[in-house]
């Protein structure tokens, strides 16, 4: 993860605006109204915003201040794309389109020149899963002689596919993009599990079956190697020098959460093609009255393994999401992850249907509780959702994307769902749009190279060598 310095007395001005940590009334949400709930958002999201000066004359559009890294800018613009599609509120649409393009370097796939030095696979993926939020939600078409949201999904997508590494752990994505970045040996959940969620996302938008065999894949082999256990905790990474044999068995929220969504995605894609019909008008007219045996079975059986999962952040069967760091101190990373399971979970109820049951009473929870928390200077929201209406800990872009994104997931049944390129989609990709050439162009070498007889063993050939091969054990360890 990378920062950018800032001037130290812009840094000073921000924290003197927080003013003294005096207790204030809480947000006050009623999740039986949606002006309500979006009036909490709009609270939320303006706390966020308001460490945000990269709009200012002189500042760099798209860049947060220190202490904060560049990856965490993609992820608050992501919330604010959603934040428009949930709440109908364009307030911060001009500033979001502005970042969004300012940092997308000279290739288009959000790699700029600044932050080369020290980028990471993770970092690159969070400003692309913006870029394939605001495609699939219907987000305001950038001006025609800028590049468009799915072309530069898919770029990003175009760029992780070519560093896929089978030459240790049977494949993978490494944290670092270079390899002389600290931290190259290791292949850390987070880059393949973003990975994954975009080639399912591209795979559902576009149709194309690449993308759909590239989500496969990983799945496959993020499996194969233990990422995911046998209980469905997904865990942090593992260093290729070990070839991947001894797994950190960290969990961050974020991790379940990625591939939660994209397996959100593979199943509708069966869905869709199976005839499952209006999604959306599914939502309003209840559980108890949802298809139940559309879909891929095994992408299904997924799904609910990932749910029964989170119990790692909902603890003692309690629906307040929290992350085990909470216990002592979350790193500043750390703070934002609630973000985006919240985010991924809302996302996934319109997709499969089926999961509503389960994690609309953890959203539900998690809101009114996170609404409690939000009870410091100006309604600034505490990260501690479990401490309710008790404001005693950190608040900063993270903690105020966390409340954001729970709120709006509660809005889920008043919107659409994600378009398609078939279902009103008007993003062009790099070949162009429409269904002729399901608005997507894949580099050739990615074509042809993508899916082989090897490569769909690869992951099984690695889940036997790891077998025959000396296992030191699990691994504690924190690489940031």
């Known amino acids: 993860m990378m920062r950018y310095s800032k001037r130290p007395w812009e840094i000073l001005l921000l924290l003197s605006t927080l003013g003294p940590k005096l207790t204030q009334a809480s947000i006050d949400l009623d999740l039986d109204d949606d002006d309500s709930i979006k009036a909490a958002a709009r609270t939320a999201a303006a706390g966020m915003m308001d460490y945000y000066t990269g709009d200012q004359p002189g500042d760099v559009p798209g860049n947060i201040p220190d202490p904060y890294y560049w990856w965490e800018a993609g992820a608050m613009f992501g919330a604010m794309v959603e934040y428009w599609y949930y709440t109908g509120d364009d307030h911060w649409n001009n500033i979001t389109t502005q ?53 530069l999904a898919e770029n990003v997508f175009n760029s992780q596919a070519t560093r896929w590494d089978t030459a240790t752990c049977g494949g993978g994505l490494h944290w670092q993009i270079f390899e002389y970045n600290g931290g190259y040996s290791y292949k850390n959940t987070i880059s393949n599990g973003g990975f994954f969620d975009v080639a399912a996302r591209l795979a559902r938008y576009t149709g194309n079956e690449t993308f759909t065999d590239w989500a496969n894949k990983v799945w496959d082999w993020t499996n194969a190697t233990g990422f995911i256990d046998d209980e469905w905790h997904v865990h942090d990474g593992a260093d290729s020098k070990n070839n991947c044999t001894i797994v ?54 997924r799904i609910e393994g990932l749910i029964s999962g989170l119990d790692t952040f909902f603890p003692d069967n309690e629906d307040i999401m929290s992350q085990p760091c909470e216990q002592k101190k979350c790193d500043l990373n750390s703070r934002s992850f609630k973000a985006y399971l919240a985010r991924f979970m809302g ?27 939000c009870n410091g200077p100006n309604n600034a929201c505490g990260l501690i959702w479990t401490d309710r209406t008790q404001y005693k800990s950190s608040t900063g872009i993270g903690e105020q994307m966390a409340a954001l994104e729970i709120f709006k997931a509660n809005l889920v049944h008043t919107v659409k769902a994600p378009v398609t390129v078939k279902t009103g989609g008007t993003s062009k990709g790099n070949s162009g749009s429409g269904a002729e050439d399901n608005g997507s162009a894949i580099d050739e070498d990615i074509r042809t190279r993508a899916i082989t007889t090897g490569d769909k063993a690869g992951a099984a050939i690695f889940a036997a060598l790891a077998v025959l091969m000396p296992i030191g054990g699990a691994l504690f360890i924190v690489l940031s």
Do not use: C
């Open 99 to 151: 970042a969004l393009l300012h940092q997308v370097g000279d290739d288009n796939n959000y790699m700029p020149q600044n932050q080369t030095l020290s980028l990471g696979n993770d970092d690159q993926i969070f400003w692309g899963f913006a870029a394939m939020a605001a495609a699939e939600l219907g987000y305001p078409d950038p001006p025609k002689d800028q590049p468009q949201w799915l072309s």
């Open 248 to 301: 950190n068995i960290l969990q961050h929220a974020y991790l379940p959460a990625v591939y939660l969504h994209g397996a959100a995605n593979m199943y509708n894609i069966v869905s869709v093609r199976r005839g499952f019909g209006n999604i959306h008008a599914t939502l309003r007219i209840g559980i108890t009255d949802l298809p139940q045996t559309d879909g891929s079975d095994i992408w299904r059986e």
């Open 347 to 373: 996302a996934t109820i319109p997709l499969a249907p089926f999961t509503q049951k389960r994690l609309q009473p953890k959203i539900r929870g998690s809101s009114m509780a996170a609404a409690e928390q």
